[in-house]
């Protein structure tokens, strides 16, 4: 079983920056892939940021260039940085990670963009 804690979410005006963070434990082989995820009320669950095993990076245009996803294989660690946040960007940040093909998520942290 593989679980995982996020930290770093809260409350930011628009502009700002917030990191997240997101710790994997249990029993851990190979993660394969590590995610944010967001889920806005009333809305689907989307992704934000992806960085596989390899380190290549996979983002949505709508936070491009804004936000920055990166690993600590050693502390099974994955960090999203998020900068000029906006506030469509309000939503309940999950991190995900793939651990021998099974999806593992956590329980979420709201950010919240002020305008």
């Known amino acids: 079983q593989v679980q995982l804690a996020e930290s770093g979410g809260g409350l930011v005006q628009a502009g700002g920056s917030l990191r997240l963070s997101c710790a994997a434990s249990?029993?851990?082989?190979?993660?394969?892939?590590m995610a944010w995820y967001r889920q806005a009320p009333g809305k689907q669950r989307d992704l934000v940021a992806r960085?596989?095993?390899?380190?290549?990076?996979d983002y949505p245009d709508s936070v491009k260039g804004r936000f920055v996803v990166s690993r600590d294989n050693a502390k099974n660690t994955v960090h999203l940085e998020m900068n000029s946040l906006k506030p469509e960007d309000t939503a309940l940040y999950f991190c995900?990670?793939?651990?021998?093909?099974?999806?593992?998520w956590g329980q979420g942290t709201q950010v919240t963009v002020s305008s």
């Open positions: 960085i596989s095993s390899d380190g290549s990076t």
């Open positions: 249990g029993r851990l082989f190979s993660i394969q892939s």
């Open positions: 995900n990670m793939i651990v021998r093909y099974i999806n593992y």
